[in-house]
Protein backbone atom coordinates (compact mmCIF):
# COMPACT_ATOMS: atom_id res chain seq x y z
CA UNK A 1 0.00 0.00 0.00
CA UNK A 2 1.69 3.13 -1.36
CA UNK A 3 0.68 6.81 -1.69
CA UNK A 4 1.78 10.28 -1.22
CA UNK A 5 2.53 11.80 1.83
CA UNK A 6 -0.34 14.03 3.01
CA UNK A 7 0.49 16.90 5.44
CA UNK A 8 -3.08 17.40 7.18
CA UNK A 9 -4.16 20.64 9.14
CA UNK A 10 -4.75 20.19 12.48
CA UNK A 11 -8.71 21.39 12.70
CA UNK A 12 -11.31 18.78 12.47
CA UNK A 13 -8.17 16.26 12.44
CA UNK A 14 -10.48 13.17 12.18
CA UNK A 15 -12.70 14.19 9.52
CA UNK A 16 -9.43 15.51 7.39
CA UNK A 17 -8.15 11.84 8.26
CA UNK A 18 -11.37 10.09 6.86
CA UNK A 19 -11.37 11.99 3.86
CA UNK A 20 -7.76 10.85 3.02
CA UNK A 21 -8.57 7.32 3.92
CA UNK A 22 -11.76 7.54 1.44
CA UNK A 23 -10.01 8.39 -1.39
CA UNK A 24 -7.45 5.65 -1.17
CA UNK A 25 -10.10 3.33 -0.37
CA UNK A 26 -12.42 4.39 -3.90
CA UNK A 27 -9.14 4.81 -5.62
CA UNK A 28 -7.94 1.07 -4.56
CA UNK A 29 -5.05 2.19 -2.58
CA UNK A 30 -6.00 0.30 0.32
CA UNK A 31 -7.20 -3.22 -1.65
CA UNK A 32 -10.50 -4.76 -1.35
CA UNK A 33 -10.78 -6.92 1.84
CA UNK A 34 -7.37 -5.63 2.67
CA UNK A 35 -6.52 -4.76 6.54
CA UNK A 36 -5.99 -1.20 7.24
CA UNK A 37 -2.91 -0.76 8.99
CA UNK A 38 -2.67 1.69 11.90
CA UNK A 39 1.02 2.01 12.41
CA UNK A 40 1.66 2.42 8.83
CA UNK A 41 -1.24 4.63 8.07
CA UNK A 42 -0.24 6.74 11.15
CA UNK A 43 3.35 7.29 9.52
CA UNK A 44 2.21 8.19 6.22
CA UNK A 45 -0.52 10.78 7.10
CA UNK A 46 1.67 11.87 9.95
CA UNK A 47 -1.13 11.75 12.69
CA UNK A 48 -1.33 9.68 15.94
CA UNK A 49 -3.30 6.96 16.27
CA UNK A 50 -6.48 8.59 17.76
CA UNK A 51 -7.93 10.92 15.16
CA UNK A 52 -6.97 8.12 12.78
CA UNK A 53 -9.28 5.36 14.89
CA UNK A 54 -11.55 7.76 15.20
CA UNK A 55 -11.58 8.48 11.19
CA UNK A 56 -11.68 4.47 10.62
CA UNK A 57 -15.33 4.54 13.35
CA UNK A 58 -16.42 7.03 10.36
CA UNK A 59 -16.01 4.69 7.58
CA UNK A 60 -17.08 1.95 9.22
CA UNK A 61 -20.35 4.06 10.03
CA UNK A 62 -20.34 4.76 6.21
CA UNK A 63 -20.04 1.01 5.08
CA UNK A 64 -16.61 1.80 4.01
CA UNK A 65 -14.40 -0.36 6.34
CA UNK A 66 -15.36 -3.49 8.34
CA UNK A 67 -14.45 -3.65 11.92
CA UNK A 68 -14.16 -7.69 12.91
CA UNK A 69 -13.24 -8.61 16.49
CA UNK A 70 -9.49 -9.07 16.88
CA UNK A 71 -8.54 -8.53 13.54
CA UNK A 72 -8.85 -4.61 13.50
CA UNK A 73 -10.47 -2.68 10.42
CA UNK A 74 -10.85 -4.63 6.78
CA UNK A 75 -11.48 -2.74 3.25
CA UNK A 76 -15.21 -3.73 2.40
CA UNK A 77 -15.14 -6.34 -0.48
CA UNK A 78 -18.86 -6.73 -1.85
CA UNK A 79 -19.15 -10.14 -3.53
CA UNK A 80 -21.26 -10.27 -6.78
CA UNK A 81 -24.86 -11.14 -4.58
CA UNK A 82 -24.39 -7.70 -2.43
CA UNK A 83 -23.32 -5.82 -5.81
CA UNK A 84 -26.60 -7.10 -7.33
CA UNK A 85 -28.60 -5.70 -4.08
CA UNK A 86 -27.07 -2.86 -3.86
CA UNK A 87 -27.49 -1.34 -7.70
CA UNK A 88 -30.48 -2.74 -7.50
CA UNK A 89 -31.42 -0.06 -4.05
CA UNK A 90 -28.77 2.46 -6.00
CA UNK A 91 -30.68 2.75 -9.37
CA UNK A 92 -34.17 3.00 -7.17
CA UNK A 93 -32.77 5.90 -5.01
CA UNK A 94 -30.89 7.61 -8.36
CA UNK A 95 -34.13 7.58 -10.47
CA UNK A 96 -36.04 9.66 -7.67
CA UNK A 97 -33.51 11.72 -6.80
CA UNK A 98 -32.98 12.60 -10.54
CA UNK A 99 -37.09 13.06 -11.16
CA UNK A 100 -37.46 15.27 -8.21
CA UNK A 101 -34.11 17.08 -9.11
CA UNK A 102 -35.46 17.96 -12.98
CA UNK A 103 -38.34 19.48 -11.35
CA UNK A 104 -37.71 21.23 -8.51
CA UNK A 105 -33.67 22.52 -9.21
CA UNK A 106 -33.23 26.13 -9.22
CA UNK A 107 -31.26 27.89 -11.80
CA UNK A 108 -28.44 29.03 -9.45
CA UNK A 109 -28.28 25.19 -8.98
CA UNK A 110 -28.11 24.40 -12.65
CA UNK A 111 -25.50 26.38 -13.40
CA UNK A 112 -23.25 25.37 -10.77
CA UNK A 113 -23.48 21.47 -11.67
CA UNK A 114 -23.13 22.62 -15.51
CA UNK A 115 -19.99 24.45 -14.69
CA UNK A 116 -18.70 21.07 -12.72
CA UNK A 117 -19.63 19.05 -15.63
CA UNK A 118 -17.08 21.56 -17.93
CA UNK A 119 -14.60 21.02 -15.60
CA UNK A 120 -15.26 17.27 -15.30
CA UNK A 121 -14.80 17.04 -19.04
CA UNK A 122 -11.44 18.77 -18.68
CA UNK A 123 -10.14 16.04 -16.91
CA UNK A 124 -12.21 13.46 -19.41
CA UNK A 125 -9.90 15.04 -21.82
CA UNK A 126 -6.73 14.78 -20.19
CA UNK A 127 -7.76 11.48 -18.76
CA UNK A 128 -6.95 12.12 -15.12
CA UNK A 129 -9.52 9.45 -13.66
CA UNK A 130 -9.02 10.69 -10.31
CA UNK A 131 -9.80 14.25 -11.27
CA UNK A 132 -12.97 13.05 -13.18
CA UNK A 133 -14.17 11.14 -10.01
CA UNK A 134 -13.77 13.91 -7.82
CA UNK A 135 -15.54 16.31 -9.96
CA UNK A 136 -18.19 13.26 -10.90
CA UNK A 137 -19.25 12.52 -7.33
CA UNK A 138 -20.06 16.16 -6.44
CA UNK A 139 -22.08 16.74 -9.57
CA UNK A 140 -24.56 13.32 -8.04
CA UNK A 141 -24.42 14.91 -4.84
CA UNK A 142 -25.34 18.24 -5.95
CA UNK A 143 -28.16 16.66 -8.44
CA UNK A 144 -28.96 14.69 -4.68
CA UNK A 145 -28.85 18.15 -2.94
CA UNK A 146 -31.20 19.64 -5.82
CA UNK A 147 -33.99 17.49 -4.48
CA UNK A 148 -34.52 19.17 -1.63
CA UNK A 149 -35.78 15.94 0.18
CA UNK A 150 -33.26 15.18 3.21
CA UNK A 151 -34.87 11.67 3.84
CA UNK A 152 -33.75 10.71 0.54
CA UNK A 153 -30.40 12.54 0.54
CA UNK A 154 -29.32 10.60 4.01
CA UNK A 155 -30.47 7.23 2.28
CA UNK A 156 -28.60 8.04 -1.20
CA UNK A 157 -25.36 8.75 0.66
CA UNK A 158 -25.54 5.99 3.09
CA UNK A 159 -26.03 3.32 -0.10
CA UNK A 160 -23.69 5.20 -2.29
CA UNK A 161 -20.66 4.71 0.41
CA UNK A 162 -21.00 1.47 -0.49
CA UNK A 163 -20.42 1.65 -4.55
CA UNK A 164 -17.72 4.15 -4.56
CA UNK A 165 -14.69 1.57 -5.31
CA UNK A 166 -16.63 0.07 -7.97
CA UNK A 167 -17.93 3.16 -9.63
CA UNK A 168 -13.99 4.50 -9.87
CA UNK A 169 -13.36 1.60 -11.23
CA UNK A 170 -15.52 1.33 -13.89
CA UNK A 171 -14.20 3.75 -15.76
CA UNK A 172 -10.97 2.31 -16.23
CA UNK A 173 -11.87 0.76 -19.43
CA UNK A 174 -11.70 3.68 -21.79
CA UNK A 175 -14.83 2.76 -23.86
CA UNK A 176 -17.14 1.96 -20.80
CA UNK A 177 -15.80 5.52 -19.55
CA UNK A 178 -16.56 7.27 -23.00
CA UNK A 179 -19.95 5.85 -23.03
CA UNK A 180 -20.10 7.01 -19.09
CA UNK A 181 -19.54 10.39 -19.93
CA UNK A 182 -22.04 10.54 -22.97
CA UNK A 183 -24.47 9.24 -20.08
CA UNK A 184 -23.70 12.26 -17.76
CA UNK A 185 -24.06 14.61 -20.67
CA UNK A 186 -27.92 13.23 -21.32
CA UNK A 187 -28.46 14.03 -17.34
CA UNK A 188 -27.29 17.58 -17.98
CA UNK A 189 -29.65 18.18 -20.75
CA UNK A 190 -32.61 16.36 -18.59
CA UNK A 191 -32.13 18.60 -15.91
CA UNK A 192 -31.50 21.64 -17.98
CA UNK A 193 -35.03 20.96 -19.58
CA UNK A 194 -36.65 19.98 -16.21
CA UNK A 195 -37.64 16.64 -17.93
CA UNK A 196 -37.98 14.17 -14.83
CA UNK A 197 -38.80 11.29 -16.31
CA UNK A 198 -36.13 11.91 -18.94
CA UNK A 199 -33.72 12.49 -15.99
CA UNK A 200 -35.08 9.47 -13.97
CA UNK A 201 -34.37 6.56 -16.98
CA UNK A 202 -30.72 8.03 -18.20
CA UNK A 203 -29.68 7.92 -14.37
CA UNK A 204 -31.27 4.26 -14.17
CA UNK A 205 -29.70 3.43 -17.51
CA UNK A 206 -26.36 4.72 -15.96
CA UNK A 207 -26.42 2.32 -12.73
CA UNK A 208 -27.33 -0.78 -15.11
CA UNK A 209 -24.22 0.19 -16.96
CA UNK A 210 -21.84 0.43 -13.76
CA UNK A 211 -23.37 -3.08 -12.22
CA UNK A 212 -22.75 -4.46 -15.85
CA UNK A 213 -19.11 -3.28 -16.10
CA UNK A 214 -18.64 -4.24 -12.57
CA UNK A 215 -19.49 -7.62 -12.37
CA UNK A 216 -17.32 -8.00 -15.56
CA UNK A 217 -14.72 -6.96 -13.85
CA UNK A 218 -15.35 -9.16 -10.72
CA UNK A 219 -16.05 -12.38 -13.48
CA UNK A 220 -12.54 -11.65 -15.09
CA UNK A 221 -10.75 -11.49 -11.71
CA UNK A 222 -12.30 -14.77 -10.30
CA UNK A 223 -11.37 -15.92 -13.51
CA UNK A 224 -7.61 -15.29 -13.71
CA UNK A 225 -7.49 -15.92 -9.71
CA UNK A 226 -9.28 -19.36 -10.41
CA UNK A 227 -6.40 -19.95 -13.39
CA UNK A 228 -3.55 -19.02 -10.92
Known amino acids: MTAEVISIPRAA ?18 APGAKLNERELSELLHV ?4 LREAIKMLAAEGLVELLPHRGAIAVSLGEADILNTFEVMAGLEGMTGELAAQRITPAELAEIQAMQFEMMATYTRRDLSGYYQLNARIHAAISAAAKNPVLSQVYQQVNARLQA ?8 GEKWKRAVKEHEKMIEALAAHD ?3 MRDVLQAHLRNKRDVVLEQLREEAKKQGAA
Request: charged residues 25%.
Open 13 to 30: LHEQVAQRLRQMLVEGRI
Open 48 to 51: SRTP
Open 166 to 173: LRFRSNQD
Open 196 to 198: GAA
